[in-house]
C-alpha cells in the first residue's frame, strides 16, 4: 500500500509539472501539444549515461550475426565456411518482401555458420555466421555513394534502403524499404521523427540527436522525398533540452543553405512533456496530431509515418555514403557499471565485451535486461550478441531492480485502467486471460495492448499483468495457426472432392458415348451383314482355302518352347547348387549334367520346330492376303481386316523378338559371359523377320489402300458403300498422321543431340507424309463417292420402304418394319449422343489447357505436344457444337407426319456445292466453306494467344532454373543442370511453335 502511495504521488507530481510546461508553451506560442488517458512518471535514471559522449567500441575480435534481427522471414546466408569477407559485404540476402539482408560487421574470414543462442525473450537459438577478425585492418565493401541523392529515382532509393539492411531501431525491426512504400496503399501527410525517448535508463536517440543533428535532418529529407509528406514533426521529451537545440540549430543551418533546394514540407520539434510511454507510435500521434490509430490499425491508415533518430540516421549513411547497416547506437547503463555511458558497437558484438568498456562493478551484475526496465527482458548470460534492434543493455544492482515480488489477489482497485495508454480494461483482460477465457479477451480487445508495463507498475497486488496478457496473446496465436491450417486442410479435401466427382462425371459419360457408338456399331454391323450374306458365301469358301495355319498350332509351340527353356534353367540350377554345395558325389553330379545336356537337346528342339512353324505362317500370310484381295476384288467387298489385323500381329511379334535378342546379346557383351556370337545369328535373324514381316505388312497395306476407290466406285454404281469402308479409310488416315508425327518427332530429336542416322529419318518423313496423302486422297475419293450415292438412291428407298410399311402393316400387326429408318432424320438418342460428345469435347479442352498452363508454369514437359494437343481439342470442340446446332436445326424442321412409325420420312436436303462434310453421326450434318474459314480462323487466333502466354511461361521457368542452378550446391547441381536444360528444350519448342503459327496468321 506504501508502494502505491509513492507511486501515485510521483504521478500527481508528475502531472503538475506537465500542466505547467504545456501553459508555458502555449505561452510562448510553440506547437499545440494534445494528451493521451493514462500514463505513468517512474523514475528516470538518464543522468547516468547521457553525461559521456557517444564513443566508438573497438572493433571485436569476433562477431555472431544472426539471420533473423529483423521481423519477418530469416535471411539466406550466401558465404561458405573458411570465406574471406569484407566490411559492409552482403553475406546473407533476404527472403520474401517482409525481410531484410545481412551485411558483414567486420573484416575477417567466415569460422563457422550454425545455430546459436541468440538475444530474444524466448531464449531459443537461431542460425548465425560467425566471423573471425584478420588482424587490425578494416577494409570496406561500400555500395556506390549518393551525394546527390535528390537526382536518383524513388525507387532506386527504396532499393538502396532493401539493399542495406536498413531496419527500424526502435521496435521490432521492421523493414524500412517496405514502410517507403508505404504510400503506394496509403494517403501521407505527416511524417514524424520519434525521438521522446520514454523508457527510463535509455538515451541512445538522446545522444545520437546531440551528436548527429545534420545526418538526422538529411535523413528525413531522404524519406520526406519517398513518402511525400505535408510536415515533418520531431516529438521529443522536455527532459532532453540539449538534443531540443542541437537540431533546432541544424534546421537554422539547413534553412540557410542556399546551395540546397528548399525543403518541400513544414518541419518542426515539437517538445512534448515527459511521461511514459510518450514514445509509444499511437501514443505520439495521439500527442502530436490529435488523431488516434484504430483498433487493429497502423499509423497510415490516419496518414502517419512513425520513424526512430537511429533508423533515420542509418537511411542518410545508407544513401549518402553507401554504408549497410552494421553498427549502432547501444547504452550501457545500470547501477552495476562505473563509467555508464553510450557506444557505437559494430552488430554481432559479444555483449560481455561491450560491458567491460563500462567497467562493471566488483560486486557483479545482479541482473542483466536488454531494453529498459519497462519493456525490456532478462538475459540468462552475457555471451550473447548486439543485433540489430539492441539499444540498451542495463547492468543493475539488487537495490535498483529487485526480484518480482509475491503476487497477490487482484483487489478491484481500478488503478491499472487508469494507467493504461491504450484505454483498455485490463482487469478484465486479466480474467479473460488467467481464466483461458481467450475469446473474450479478444473482444475487450486484448490485440491493443502494447505491452508496455504501466498496469503491472501501478499494481498494488504486484501482478504481473502484462505476462498474463503476453501469454493470452500466444495462445490466441496458436488457435489461429491451427485454425488457418485446418481451413487449408478443409480447402484441399474439398477440391479433391470436386475433382474426383468431376472426374466420374467425365467417365460416365464417356461411358455412355461409348455405349451409343457401341449400339449404332452393331446395328451398322447387323445391316451389312444381311446385305452381304448372299456374296460373302463364295468369297469366304475360297478364303477359306486360302487360310494361313492357326494360330493356336504357333501357340502351342511356343508355349512347349518356354516348358523346355523353364526345364533347362530348373536343371541348370539343380547342378549349380550340387558343385557348389560339395556334398554330391560324382555318380548325383553327372547325372544332373546328363539332365542339363538333355533339356538343352529339348529347348533346341522346341525351338527348331517353332522356327518352322513360324516361318510357314509368315510365307502364307502374303498368299492368303492375295487371295483375299482377289475374292474381294469379285465380289466386290474389301479385305477383311483379319488379314491385315494377323500381319501386323506378327510384325509386332517379329520387332519384340529383335528387341530380346537385342537385350540379351547387351547384357552378355557387358558381362563377358555367354555365347555372343550364336547371340549375335539370332539378333540377324530376328531383325530378317522383322524385315519380312514388315514387308508383308506394307504389301497387304497398299493392296488394301488400292482396292478402296475401287470398292468405292462400285458401290456409287450398284449399293451405297458401308460405313466399315469409310470408318476403315478414316482409320488409315489417322494412323498415316499419327506416323507422320511420330516420325517428325524422331527427326527433331536426333536433329538436336546430333545422334542418329539423319538421312534415314529424313526419308522416313518423307515417306509417311506420302501415305498420309494417299489416304487422305482415297478417303476423300470414298467420302465423294458415298455423297453422290446417297442422293441417287433416295427415290428407290422411298418406294420400297412404302412397300415394306404396306407389307408388313397388313401381313402382321404389331410387327412394324420401318425400312426407311436409315434416312429418317436424327432421334432424340442422336441428339442426347451429339451432346455428350460436345460435353466430353470441352471437358478435354480443359484438360488440355490445364495440362499446358502446369508445363509452362514449371518448365517440365513437352510443351509443343501439348499445345498441339490443346489445338486438336478445340477443332474438335468446335465440330462437336457445328454437328449439335445442326442436328437440332433439322429435328426442329422435320414435319410431324414423319415422325409416326411406317410413314415416309421426307428427303434430306441434298449438300451445296462446296460444302463439306463434319462427322459420320448424321448424314445431314455439314459445314460451309466460310464456316470453315471462320472456325480455323478463331482456332488460329486462340492458338497464338496460348503459345504466346506459353513462350512467357517458359521464359520465366528457365531463367527460375537458372538462377537456381547458379545458387546451387554440389549435390544439387546435377539435378538442377538437367531442368536447365530440359527448360531451354522447352522454351526453344514454345518459340518455334510461336514462330510457326505467326507464320499462319500472317499468311491469313
Known amino acids: 500500500m506504501v508502494l502505491s502511495l509513492l507511486k501515485s504521488m510521483v504521478t500527481s507530481s508528475r502531472s503538475a509539472a506537465t500542466a505547467e510546461a504545456e501553459h508555458s508553451q502555449k505561452g510562448q506560442g510553440a506547437p499545440r501539444v494534445f494528451d493521451f488517458h493514462g500514463g505513468i512518471h517512474p523514475p528516470e535514471h538518464k543522468a547516468l549515461s547521457n553525461r559521456a559522449p557517444l564513443v566508438a567500441a573497438p572493433l571485436p575480435r569476433e ?43 567486420i573484416t575477417g574470414v567466415v569460422t563457422a555458420i550454425e545455430p546459436r543462442q541468440i538475444p530474444h525473450v524466448s531464449g531459443l537459438e537461431d542460425l548465425c555466421i560467425v566471423i573471425e577478425r584478420e588482424g587490425e585492418i578494416d577494409e570496406w565493401a561500400r555500395l556506390e555513394a549518393w551525394r546527390d541523392w535528390r537526382q536518383q529515382e524513388a525507387q532506386d532509393l527504396i532499393q538502396r ?7 527500424g531501431q526502435g521496435g521490432a525491426g521492421f523493414p524500412s524499404a517496405v514502410k517507403a512504400r508505404v504510400r503506394e496503399r496509403h494517403a501521407i501527410d505527416t511524417l514524424i521523427l520519434n525521438a521522446a525517448e520514454c523508457e527510463p535508463y535509455i538515451t541512445a536517440d538522446d545522444l545520437t540527436m546531440r551528436t548527429h543533428p545534420e545526418a538526422l535532418i538529411e535523413g528525413l529529407e531522404i524519406l520526406a522525398s519517398l513518402i511525400g509528406p505535408e510536415c515533418i514533426l520531431i516529438g521529443i521529451e522536455d527532459n532532453k533540452p540539449e538534443a531540443v537545440i542541437a537540431l533546432e540549430q541544424a534546421i537554422r543551418a539547413r534553412r540557410a543553405d542556399k546551395r540546397l533546394p528548399p525543403l518541400d514540407s513544414r518541419l518542426e520539434v515539437v517538445v512534448v512533456p515527459t511521461k511514459y510511454p510518450s514514445g509509444g507510435e499511437k501514443q505520439l500521434i495521439k500527442l502530436l496530431t490529435d488523431r488516434e490509430v484504430p483498433s487493429r490499425g497502423l499509423p497510415a491508415d490516419v496518414g502517419v509515418v512513425v520513424h526512430n ?50 567497467a562493471p562493478a566488483p560486486t557483479g551484475i545482479a541482473r542483466l535486461v536488454m531494453g529498459g526496465p519497462m519493456m525490456g527482458f532478462t538475459l540468462e548470460s552475457d555471451a550473447l550478441p548486439i543485433i540489430k534492434t539492441t539499444n540498451c543493455l542495463l547492468a543493475s544492482s539488487p537495490e535498483s531492480l529487485p526480484a518480482p515480488a509475491v503476487e497477490q489477489p487482484c483487489i478491484r482497485c481500478g488503478m491499472c485502467e487508469q494507467a493504461c495508454p491504450a484505454e483498455l480494461l485490463p482487469q478484465q483482460l486479466y480474467w479473460f486471460s488467467k481464466a483461458r477465457e481467450f475469446d473474450k479477451a479478444e473482444l475487450y480487445n486484448l490485440a491493443d495492448c502494447i505491452e508496455c508495463g504501466a498496469c503491472s507498475y501501478v499494481c498494488p497486488s504486484q501482478i504481473p499483468l502484462v505476462q498474463y496478457y503476453r501469454f493470452a496473446k500466444g495462445e490466441i496465436r496458436s488457435a489461429q495457426h491451427e485454425a488457418r491450417k485446418s481451413e487449408r486442410a478443409r480447402h484441399r479435401f474439398e477440391f479433391k472432392q470436386a475433382r474426383m466427382a468431376r472426374e466420374e462425371a467425365e467417365k460416365e459419360a464417356k461411358r455412355q458415348q461409348r455405349a451409343q457408338a457401341a449400339q449404332k456399331s452393331a446395328a451398322a454391323r447387323a445391316d451389312a451383314s444381311a446385305a452381304a450374306d448372299t456374296t460373302s458365301a463364295s468369297a469366304s469358301t475360297a478364303a477359306a482355302a486360302a487360310q494361313p495355319a492357326p494360330a493356336t498350332d504357333i501357340k502351342a509351340f511356343k508355349t512347349a518352347r518356354a516348358a523346355a527353356n523353364i526345364a533347362l534353367k530348373k536343371a541348370e540350377k539343380a547342378l549349380k547348387a550340387a558343385q557348389d554345395g560339395g556334398e554330391s558325389s560324382e555318380s548325383d553330379i553327372a547325372k544332373l549334367e546328363a539332365n542339363v545336356t538333355a533339356a538343352k537337346a529339348k529347348l533346341a528342339s522346341a525351338e527348331s520346330a517353332l522356327k518352322a512353324a513360324s516361318e510357314a505362317s509368315e510365307s502364307a500370310a502374303p498368299a492368303a492376303a492375295g487371295a483375299s484381295t482377289a475374292s474381294s476384288s469379285t465380289t466386290g467387298t474389301a479385305a477383311p481386316a483379319a488379314d491385315l489385323k494377323a500381319l501386323k500381329t506378327a510384325r509386332a511379334a517379329a520387332n519384340i523378338a529383335v528387341k530380346k535378342t537385342e537385350k540379351a546379346l547387351k547384357t552378355a557383351q557387358d558381362s563377358g559371359e555367354g555365347d555372343i556370337s550364336a547371340l549375335e545369328t539370332s539378333v540377324a535373324e530376328a531383325k530378317a523377320r522383322l524385315a519380312k514381316a514388315e514387308a508383308d505388312l506394307k504389301a497387304a497395306s497398299e493392296a488394301s489402300e488400292s482396292a478402296a476407290p475401287a470398292a468405292a466406285s462400285t458401290s456409287a454404281t450398284g449399293a451405297a458403300a458401308p460405313a466399315a469402308d469409310l470408318k476403315a479409310l478414316k482409320t488409315a488416315r489417322a494412323a498415316a498422321n499419327i506416323a507422320v508425327k511420330k516420325a517428325e518427332k524422331a527427326l527433331k530429336t536426333a536433329q538436336d543431340s546430333g545422334e542418329g542416322d ?46 415394306s410399311a404396306q407389307t408388313t402393316d397388313t401381313g402382321a400387326a404389331g410387327s412394324t418394319v420401318n425400312a426407311a429408318a436409315p434416312a429418317a432424320a436424327a432421334p432424340s438418342a442422336d441428339i442426347k449422343a451429339l451432346k455428350t460428345a460436345r460435353a466430353a469435347a470441352n471437358i478435354a479442352v480443359k484438360k488440355a489447357e490445364k495440362a499446358l498452363a502446369r508445363a509452362s508454369e514449371s518448365g517440365e514437359g513437352d510443351i509443343e505436344d501439348l499445345q498441339t494437343l490443346l489445338a486438336t481439342a478445340q477443332e474438335n470442340l468446335r465440330a462437336a457444337e457445328v454437328r449439335l446446332n445442326s442436328a437440332q436445326a433439322g429435328s426442329t424442321e422435320a414435319p410431324p407426319a414423319a415422325k409416326a412409325a411406317g410413314e415416309l420420312i421426307p428427303e434430306a436436303p441434298k449438300p451445296a456445292a462446296g460444302s463439306v462434310g463434319r462427322g459420320s453421326m448424321a448424314s445431314n450434318v455439314t459445314l460451309s466453306q466460310a464456316e470453315i474459314e471462320a472456325s480455323r480462323a478463331e482456332n488460329l487466333a486462340k492458338r497464338h494467344k496460348q503459345v504466346s502466354i506459353a513462350v512467357k511461361a517458359a521464359e520465366a521457368a528457365h531463367r527460375k532454373a537458372e538462377a537456381a542452378l547458379s545458387e546451387a550446391d554440389d549435390e544439387n547441381r546435377q539435378r538442377l543442370a538437367t531442368k536447365v536444360d530440359r527448360t531451354r528444350r522447352n522454351l526453344e519448342h514454345a518459340r518455334e511453335s510461336l514462330a510457326e503459327v505467326q507464320a499462319l496468321v500472317d499468311a491469313q
Not at 76 to 102: H, N
Not at 326 to 355: C, F, K, M, W
Open 63 to 105: 562477431v555472431v550475426l544472426p539471420l533473423s534481427q529483423h521481423i519477418g522471414a530469416p535471411a539466406q546466408p550466401l558465404v561458405e565456411i573458411g570465406q574471406r569477407v569484407k566490411t559492409g559485404e552482403l553475406i546473407a540476402r533476404a527472403q520474401g518482401m517482409i525481410s531484410a539482408p545481412v551485411h558483414a560487421s
Open 758 to 803: 539423319i538421312p534415314a529419318l529424313e526419308a522416313s518423313v518423307t515417306e509417311a507424309k506420302t501415305r498420309l496423302a494417299k489416304a487422305e486422297g482415297d478417303l476423300k475419293a470414298a467420302t465423294d463417292a458415298a455423297g453422290a450415292a446417297q442422293g441417287a438412291d433416295k427415290g428407290p428407298v422411298a418406294s420400297a420402304a412404302a412397300g
Open 309 to 358: 533518430p537511429g533508423t533515420v540516421r542509418a537511411v542518410q549513411r545508407a544513401v549518402c555514403f553507401g554504408e549497410p547497416m552494421i553498427s549502432r547506437v547501444v547504452t550501457l547503463t545500470g547501477e552495476a557499471l562505473q563509467h555508464p555511458h553510450n557506444v557505437e558497437a559494430r552488430l554481432g558484438t559479444s555483449i560481455a565485451d561491450l560491458l567491460r568498456l563500462a
Open 161 to 167: 534502403l532493401q539493399d542495406a539492411g536498413v531496419v
